[in-house]
């Protein structure tokens, strides 16, 4: 079956722009996670929805970071006022569980670059 | 201290070789553990999960898991070059709630053909 989805694959922002990235998580899946990967890093935690309720979002490094998931399937995350140190790729992933088997499929990821 | 700790190499082993790669994690908390592959510009790829004591087997490779000393590794067998890529170790602690994993560095692991 098809696997999760990101776009845009690639962004380019001039510093100050507001960003909106999207995913779309494997069919079914009811827990959605949003990471930030720096260059040579593993992936940072963001925010995690379980359907349409974000239950944690302790990761968002600031209040220009903004994300939501109206109807529990497809997510958004919105980067107000872009930084140069937003610069990084931004992976979503999705399990289909909500214990503590919490086996997260990753989707391609978008690479962010603020200039 | 970071809370999972990987050998960021590279660790060079030769084709047909056994390559293993090391996990430390701090919380005791912990409860499920899993080893990612990621290649260079791709996102992780999840190849095993671990959630008890002991060693798990599946296909070349195997994870061993020791809560007491807080340490998980992977063992890959009879190494190819295309298993050439940076392996990350994650952990959560979804008994407290918290569903995040927390990732190590990763470890690049390098298979000499």
Redesign the interface.
């Known amino acids: 079956g098809a696997g999760v989805s990101q776009s845009p694959r690639y962004k380019v922002a001039k510093r100050g722009q507001d960003v909106a990235l999207r995913c779309d998580p494997i069919s079914g899946h009811v827990?959605l996670?949003w990471?930030q990967q720096a260059l040579?890093?593993?992936?940072?935690?963001l925010t995690?929805f379980?359907n349409e309720a974000q239950?944690?979002k302790?990761?968002l490094p600031s209040d220009r970071f903004f994300a939501e998931r109206p109807e529990g399937s497809v997510s958004t995350l919105k980067i107000q006022r872009t930084q140069q140190e937003d610069s990084a790729?931004y992976?979503c992933?999705s399990s289909y569980r909500?214990?503590?088997?919490?086996?997260?499929?990753?989707?391609?990821?978008t690479r962010l670059t603020v200039t | 201290q970071k809370e999972v700790e990987q050998n960021s190499g590279p660790l060079s082993v030769p084709e047909g070789a056994i390559a293993s790669l090391n996990c430390t994690y701090s919380d005791r908390v912990s409860q499920s553990f899993f080893w990612y592959r990621q290649y260079s510009g791709k996102s992780p790829e999840l190849i095993m999960s671990i959630y008890s004591n002991g060693d798990k087997e599946d296909g070349r490779f195997t994870a061993q898991l020791n809560k007491a000393s807080q340490y998980v590794s992977l063992l890959i067998r009879d190494s190819q070059p295309s298993d050439s890529a940076t392996y990350l170790c994650a952990v959560n602690q979804a008994d407290t709630g918290r569903r995040a994993l927390t990732f190590g560095s990763g470890t690049r692991l390098q298979v000499q053909p």
């Open positions: 827990s996670f990471y040579g890093q593993g992936p940072e935690f995690y379980q239950l944690d302790s990761g790729v992976l992933a909500t214990d503590r088997s919490y086996e997260q499929y990753f989707g391609p990821g």
